[in-house]
């Protein structure tokens, strides 16, 4: 038997050649021949296949062996051979899944479903979980090495994550118990950290190998033994934090998981606070956060900031941060001044994460960058102000200088960097280009020049004014004199332009806004200062700027737009400086002349030269100025403009001029300009005016959207004049528009589109004209008009979208005007061609709906104007309606025509007044007959069901309103069929036009029934089925409520005592409708039924807390349901409740919070909270008379309530958590707590307690519990909620999130009111002493705040 021989001649045989050989082939062949008998075989053959994987390393990639494990022990994975634990025992089989993962190598493109990577799953399925709880812990270590090796080493995360999950489970089973973790921790740092970070990175996309991973770091990491080597390593500066310097550096990528290591560490020393105390380690938030710090500073790589601010960020506000603790004030100086040298020397997104670790910073302490804040400013300087993290960074700086009254110090810091502004990059632009993004930047722009000005106005100390105008007069006069003097050479004047620019743009801020009427008494240097801005800034320099427009250069037109811009400042200032007294006439004639002759004159002069001349030029120069402006308008581009005008470019100027004379220039250029004049704006607004705006964002503009808000404007409409024109010319260009053959709804002429867009565009301004500047009839012709433009728009393309724009444009003008037309307009529009158009009107594309609703509103009113005229013929009501006549014919049709059919319909019982009327009735029978066999026939689509229900109710309101008998027999077909309709087309809330009509013509139905055609049960049970599938809507409660109030009291007894009952004998998911139901019943109930009211409502109390002790299935919906009940009442109907219903109402409160150890939820349902609070809070405020005398269960809620909030740490174990779940309600889930809205909600409520506010009761006697509040009664049970509060604060497994303590403040403060000190002395007896630390600090903030005063 050289190789094989597969049929030996005894087993004997094949033992001694198979020990002999011991090849695969002959393993498989033994395998496979099922006459070959060997006992215990498959044990034999599979510990063969281990030894040999074990032993030979090249076997790992064979797959006939794994192939041959797999047909071994894979036939039932869920049930392993009983003799394989017993094996694995003796052959350790980790080592080979350690050789495997290290020879692991991504299957190829096609072997996923068949190739050797299958078997290799398959077995170690089934090998593994036995294996692992029998091997050696240093053999295990070795295999976690070896799949963090191979998962930072391989792409194939789908694949190696089976195998890779084992390692990482087996290794944190058997971690806990190992003896000797501190070595564990050291080989981890030194060798193989940098493969688990980038395990992780690599696993981003699979959440449970990333779980997992997370897990194992945490094991190694956070142990006490590793917290205690970490302390060690933070003074001789070796260990982890020089491994992960090294790591990041390579791999800065892996920067973003450092940052959640930093709060697990954290937590983690916060979690072994005490135990390091006692063997006194130095290590500590601060010290960690330090040296994460220098880890980072040390990484050259923008991420590296990028981290620096999420650790930050992490650590929230103080006490989290202590920054005058030495530690932490080391540490935050050292990230300030890295951040400084980042924003001074860096790339714009590097600086942009440095700007946000100031603005950190200065949140939690602003004196660490106070001797910083002139470089800040002017590093910051020409970024744009629409920068959010800037804007951020200034917001904190004024903020801070304001709340300390030294706004006068920053206004000192801003003339600073004024002088000599350093550029982004650190490298000097020529300041003719820099200027722009200088003044439109994060400093020197609107938005935080508004911020100062805001300021200054309000924080300013009188002792303070003085200085500041005396050092910015100082600062403009300089800069002014240096530019226009004389010797100084090109480059200095332009950076003294700079400079100045930025001067007048402080003191634009600054000099308006001071606060002069505070001063006692006048002072002299403020008088002075005022005659220095207006002789010499102003006046003096202007004149010179202006006295030689030929040869101006650049400076001084810049000098020239800063000095306007400060005058016009100064203009809405309290007039301490009366600008008119320094602008003579000779300034005014040299703006004028630099205006009109200066060959070179920059945009942004030109924009203030016109706007100073119109602020104070004579009129006849205001004239000539309004004619420079319309002649501009000609010459000019249509273009978007930002809205600044420094940098603004030729194209913007338009936009810019629109802005001028569209404020409060219009209401001078209507008293002033010629009638050729206003013609021409008139004109010009039209031809400018292209549509409703889209503005493509808030920073640009168009003149179209610029016209478009001066037509939103009431003032421009009061302008009579202008007004009076300008409708003229739009009436003047409508009738010149000429609808050739369109005189009636009969052409069939060709459409000019041209034409239609013209007019259409016409019409879009007519309908933001205020309806009274019409007159009736020019209303009519209108009116008119648009009607015939619509028809002759509908007979060219109906899938175009302009043409389906004109259309909504002119049918919505005239139902705008239906009620204003003339009586000839309406009979136009009501004759038999007009109606014959509207009712079949075509589809459109209308996505908001505006067409239809315009139509159904013109439809309306002609068909009542129609069917009121007395020669109306009736008889031909089908024709001119042009109503369907076969099935086909509603098939066929669109929704729009449904409604239409029906709006004409809904006319006649309206005209008729219930009369009955014979020639109807044939039209009406034969409409319903086509409607009901359609409808039986099921060949109506899904979509037009509502619109053909609406159309059959129509139907049905005229048969019950006109004819004296109604086919009693024909009427409950027509229920049932209704009934079959809901249930056959239940599709959720889409479906709520549908189950509306059905319900609604169930209402006339039941409204009109004169034989009892239809009982008021059938009527409930249609409203239970008709929640039940589409929610709750209030159109439904609201038509509901109009049948109830119909019903005399032993009907509406009837009805109750049916739901309720069926409240107690339904299934569960019937509670929440029929709840609802009742709810409804109870508030629209009819008049003279208050005993019976109040009589079920006190019993369904009863009900609801018999049964929700036995309600266990669909509990959630059940407690939604409930508590919008009890909400109902409380808020609706607080009458109605006695005594023995507020303690029922409290225990079923009780019961929404009740703590319980079963959570399915994995998203905490946080309505029940603000529910079970609204409802709460609604009961105190109107009915405290009764729960003043149900105390107790109210403070037992509000403990329950307040114990809500507990918030997890970190690292827990198992039973910890469950411990935890059972100290809070059934939707609570841990993964998600209780946030800062639920926090808001309770405080509320809870201050709401100490306001004194009247019951709502039937009786008018009045009563002590009027007017009182519950500081008083529930003072003996307020420390009992109060002492929940300080028990989760102190609870070493839970925590309170700033945010929560923040919003539950303004209630803790309320029940430090309600207990007063007898209270407080009795709780602090109780309590812990941590307890009563907590308490103490509670009582500290509720003295600070408490107000002291009199009256």
């Given amino acids: 038997m050289s190789t094989l021989d597969v049929r030996p001649s005894s087993p004997e045989t094949f033992l001694r050649t198979f020990r002999t050989l011991s090849n695969i082939e002959h393993a498989s062949a033994a395998w496979a021949n099922q006459d070959l008998y060997i006992p215990s075989k498959p044990q034999l053959i599979t510990s063969w296949a281990l030894t040999h994987l074990l032993k030979h390393g090249s076997a790992i990639r064979d797959e006939r062996i794994w192939s041959l494990l797999d047909s071994i022990l894979s036939s039932n994975p869920s049930f392993p051979p009983p003799w394989l634990p017993a094996l694995l025992y003796k052959i350790p089989t980790v080592p080979i899944l350690t050789s495997l993962l290290r020879s692991f190598d991504p299957p190829t493109e096609g072997l996923d479903s068949n190739g050797p990577f299958i078997p290799y799953k398959r077995v170690m399925d089934v090998i593994l979980p036995i294996a692992f709880p029998k091997t050696r812990f240093d053999t295990i270590l070795d295999c976690l090495w070896a799949s963090l090796e191979t998962i930072s080493g391989s792409n194939d995360m789908k694949n190696i994550e ?214 800040i400013l002017r590093a910051v300087a020409t970024i744009p102000s629409g920068n959010i993290s800037c804007s951020s960074l200034l917001e904190i700086v004024i903020a801070y200088h304001s709340k300390t009254r030294t706004l006068d110090q920053f206004c000192d810091n801003l003339i600073d960097v004024a002088k000599s502004p350093l550029y982004h990059g650190g490298t000097p632009f020529p300041p003719i280009q820099i200027i722009p993004s200088l003044l439109n930047g994060c400093v020197f722009g609107v938005n935080t020049l508004e911020l100062l000005s805001e300021g200054i106005s309000q924080f300013l100390t009188p002792g303070q004014i003085t200085p500041v105008l005396r050092k910015l007069v100082s600062a403009l006069e300089q800069s002014s004199l240096n530019i226009l003097q004389n010797g100084a050479n090109y480059q200095d004047i332009d950076q003294l332009a700079l400079s100045s620019a930025c001067f007048f743009r402080i003191a634009t801020s600054v000099v308006p806004y001071l606060p002069i009427s505070r001063l006692q008494f006048p002072v002299q240097d403020t008088k002075s200062s005022a005659e220095i801005i207006g002789s010499q800034i102003i006046r003096s320099n202007l004149q010179q700027c202006f006295r030689s427009p030929a040869e101006s250069t650049w400076s001084s037109q810049n000098l020239a737009i800063s000095i306007l811009q400060f005058t016009s400042s100064l203009q809405e200032s309290d007039k301490w400086i009366n600008i008119d007294n320094y602008l003579d006439e000779g ?360 619109a053909v229900l609406q159309l059959l109710r129509a139907v049905i309101g005229v048969q019950m309103t006109i004819l004296p008998d109604v086919d009693g027999t024909k009427i409950k077909r027509l229920s049932t069929l209704l009934l079959t309709i809901g249930k056959d087309n239940r599709g959720g809330q889409e479906d709520l036009p549908l189950y509306l009509e059905i319900f609604l013509i169930q209402v006339d139905i039941w409204r009109f029934r004169s034989n009892r055609i239809m009982d008021s049960s059938v ?85 609801l807390l018999t049964e929700t002790s036995v309600w266990n299935g669909e509990t959630i919906c059940i407690k939604r349901a409930i508590l919008r009940h009890i909400l109902s009442i409380s808020q609706d109907k607080p009458a109605l409740l006695q005594h023995k219903d507020v303690g029922n109402i409290l225990t079923l409160l009780v019961q929404m919070v009740q703590p319980s150890s079963d959570h399915p939820f994995d998203q905490t349902q946080a309505d029940i909270f603000h529910e079970t609070v609204k409802a709460t809070g609604a009961l105190i405020r109107n009915r405290k008379d009764f729960v003043f005398r149900a105390l107790p269960h109210l403070a037992y809620l509000l403990r329950l309530l307040m114990s809500a909030f507990g918030a997890t740490r970190a690292n827990l174990g198992l039973k910890q958590r469950r411990a935890i779940l059972g100290t809070l309600p059934p939707w609570v889930s841990l993964s998600e707590p209780l946030g800062a809205q639920e926090a808001a909600a309770l405080a509320r409520l809870l201050t709401n307690m100490i306001t004194k506010t009247p019951s709502r009761s039937r009786s008018h006697t009045s009563s002590k519990f009027d007017t009182q509040s519950f500081l008083k009664p529930f003072g003996k049970h307020a420390s009992s909620v109060l002492a929940s509060y300080i028990e989760l604060a102190t609870r070493q497994t839970c925590f309170i999130s700033r945010q929560v303590r923040f919003e539950l403040a303004p209630g803790i403060h309320a029940l430090c009111a309600m207990s007063g000190e007898r209270g407080r002395d009795a709780l602090m007896a109780s309590l812990t002493p941590e307890g009563r630390a907590v308490l103490k600090s509670l009582w500290e903030a509720y003295e600070k705040q408490r107000y002291t005063g009199q009256g």
């Fill in 587 to 946: 300034i005014l004639i040299g703006a004028e002349t630099t205006l009109i002759t200066a060959s070179s004159l920059s945009i942004e002069l030109e924009i203030e030269l016109v706007n100073l001349l119109l602020s104070h030029a004579l009129p006849e120069v205001k004239i000539r100025v309004f004619q420079h402006i319309l002649d501009r308008f000609a010459d000019l581009p249509d273009r978007e403009w930002n809205g600044k005008l420094s940098g603004m470019s030729f194209s913007g100027l338009k936009c810019a001029y629109w802005c001028l004379i569209s404020g409060r220039k219009i209401s001078l250029f209507a008293s002033l300009g010629t009638p050729k004049q206003l013609r021409q704006f008139s004109m010009e607004v039209i031809a400018t005016f292209k549509d409703t705006p889209v503005i493509k964002s808030s920073e640009f503009v168009t003149a179209s959207a610029i016209i478009y808000q001066l037509f939103k404007n009431a003032t421009f409409w009061e302008l009579k004049t202008l007004q009076g024109i300008l409708v003229e010319e739009l009436l003047s260009r409508i009738n010149n528009c000429e609808l050739q053959g369109y005189e009636n709804f009969e052409s069939n002429a060709v459409s000019n589109a041209t034409t239609l867009e013209e007019l259409g565009r016409y019409y879009k301004i007519l309908m933001m004209v205020p309806h009274e500047n019409f007159q009736s009839g020019i209303i009519s012709n209108l009116a008119q008009k648009a009607i015939i433009s619509d028809y002759a728009a509908s007979r060219l393309s109906s899938t175009s979208p302009l043409i389906a724009e004109l259309r909504i444009v002119f049918r919505t003008f005239v139902s705008r005007h239906l009620t204003d037309g003339s009586s000839s307009f309406r009979n136009f529009i009501s004759s038999t061609s007009a109606l014959g158009f509207l009712c079949t009107s075509t589809v459109i594309d209308d996505p908001q709906g505006l067409f239809g609703k315009a139509t159904l509103a013109i439809v309306e009113v002609a068909a009542t104007v129609f069917l009121q005229k007395e020669i109306a013929p009736l008889v031909t009501l089908n024709d001119v309606f042009r109503l369907p006549v076969t099935i086909l014919d509603i098939v066929e049709s669109s929704n729009l025509q449904l409604e239409c059919w029906a709006s004409c319909l809904f006319a006649v019982p309206r005209v008729t007044k219930g009369k009955h009327i014979s020639e109807i009735e044939s039209v009406v029978d034969d409409l319903l007959g086509i409607l009901l066999e359609a409808l039986q026939s099921h060949s109506i689509e899904r979509v037009l069901l509502p």
């Fill in 162 to 375: 089976s195998l890779a999950l084992y390692p990482l489970k087996g290794f944190r089973n058997t971690f806990s118990a190992h003896s000797n973790k501190a070595k564990v921790y050291s080989e981890f740092v030194e060798a193989h950290m940098d493969t688990w970070l980038l395990s992780i990175s690599k696993a981003k996309d699979r959440p449970a190998l990333k779980q997992a991973l997370w897990e194992v770091g945490d094991d190694i990491l956070l142990s006490i033994e590793a917290i205690k080597i970490l302390s060690q390593s933070l003074d001789d500066g070796h260990g982890y934090f020089a491994q992960l310097q090294s790591i990041c550096s390579i791999n800065p990528q892996l920067l973003d998981l450092t940052v959640t290591l930093f709060q697990k560490q954290i937590n983690a020393v916060r979690l072994h606070r005490s135990t390091l105390e006692a063997v006194k380690l130095q290590i500590s938030p601060a010290r960690l956060f330090t040296f994460y710090s220098k880890t980072f500073m040390a990484i050259d790589d923008g991420l590296a900031l990028l981290a620096q601010l999420k650790i930050l960020q992490s650590l929230g506000m103080p006490p989290e941060i202590d920054v005058h603790n030495t530690d932490w004030s080391l540490a935050l100086r050292s990230n300030l001044e890295w951040c400084i040298l980042a924003i001074t020397s860096s790339a714009p997104n590097v600086s942009d994460t440095a700007i946000n670790i100031l603005a950190v910073l200065g949140r939690l302490e602003y004196t660490l960058l106070l001797p910083h804040v002139v470089t």
């Fill in 1019 to 1103: 009527l409930v049970a249609l409203y239970v089925v008709a929640i039940s599938e589409i929610r709750f809507d209030d159109r439904l409660d609201e038509q509901f409520g109009i049948a109830i109030r119909s019903m005399d009291a032993q009907e509406y007894e009837n009805t109750l005592k049916l739901v309720m009952d069926a409240t107690h004998s339904e299934s569960q998911s019937k509670v929440p409708p029929l709840l609802h139901a009742f709810s409804v019943l109870l508030r629209y109930a009819p008049e003279g039924t208050f005993l019976v009211t109040k009589i079920y409502s006190s019993q369904i109390f009863d009900i």
